[in-house]
């Protein structure tokens, strides 16, 4: 079965600053997609950025990017010029591309909070 | 627009009753997830389905039940069998087929059990 692992349960930065959240996941899969979300105080779950395992480039989304290292199977987030609307929880996620099954494995969530 | 809409956005019930929480989409999606979420516990799943009249138990399925009787809904009904019900519920779609298509999510339901 596959697992998502957030070792960070909160986390805090300045405002304009750079921060990064860590995630690390065990799969035997060979392909597989992962994906951040963020979840505000208003509770809405929203993506931030997906990145496909087969693909090499690092997924970039305005000031969000990742760092996909496959072999050690780990897939932080890195957060640029940190804002205030940034504070949220963060839950990495894994998902399966085979065997039939589409379901998404969340981690326990990482809580940020940016302060000015 | 197309969305996801759980309603309602609070829910409570004495102890012993079952309840129904409503989700419905128009966003043509073939998938759909119950999630629940626990403070430092993170999302996890009750229930999917990928199909209309099929869906296939998550990791948390004991005290609840679904039913998939059109594309578009796909109601969860918190038995008492359920222990601990009070959460915070999560509907999602997304489409399916395998491409890594993300899950879209509803406002979500919490639901007070006393």
């Known amino acids: 079965a596959q697992t998502v692992t957030q070792s960070q349960p909160e986390m805090s930065v300045q405002e304009a600053e750079t921060v990064t959240l860590s995630c690390t996941y065990d799969?035997?899969?060979?392909?597989?997609?992962l994906f951040w979300y963020k979840q505000p105080p208003s509770r809405q779950m929203i993506l931030v950025i997906r990145?496909?395992?087969?693909?090499?480039q690092n997924a970039t989304e305005n000031r969000f990017s990742v760092n996909f290292q496959k072999a050690a199977k780990s897939f932080s987030l890195k957060i640029s010029d940190s804002q205030l609307g940034d504070t949220a929880m963060y839950f990495c996620?894994?998902?399966?591309?085979?065997?039939?099954?589409?379901?998404?494995?969340f981690g326990k969530g990482t809580k940020l909070t940016v302060n000015p | 627009d197309g969305g996801i809409t759980q309603s309602p956005k609070y829910l409570f019930r004495k102890e012993g009753q079952n309840v129904t929480l409503s989700c419905e989409q128009n966003?043509?999606?073939?998938?759909m997830y119950w999630y629940r979420q626990d403070p430092g516990q993170g999302l996890r799943l009750i229930y999917y389905?990928?199909?209309?009249?099929?869906?296939q138990k998550g990791d948390i399925a004991e005290g609840y039940s679904v039913s998939r009787e059109k594309k578009e809904s796909f109601p969860l009904t918190v038995t008492s069998a359920q222990k601990n019900p009070t959460a915070f519920y999560l509907c999602?779609?997304?489409?399916?087929?395998?491409?890594?298509?993300?899950?879209?999510f509803g406002n979500g339901t919490r639901l007070t059990v006393t």
């Open positions: 799969t035997s899969e060979s392909n597989y997609y």
């Open positions: 990145q496909e395992a087969y693909k090499q």
């Open positions: 966003l043509n999606h073939d998938a």
């Open positions: 389905s990928q199909i209309v009249n099929d869906f």
């Open positions: 999602a779609s997304s489409v399916s087929g395998g491409k890594g298509s993300p899950l879209h």
């Open positions: 996620a894994f998902k399966a591309s085979q065997g039939g099954s589409e379901k998404l494995v």
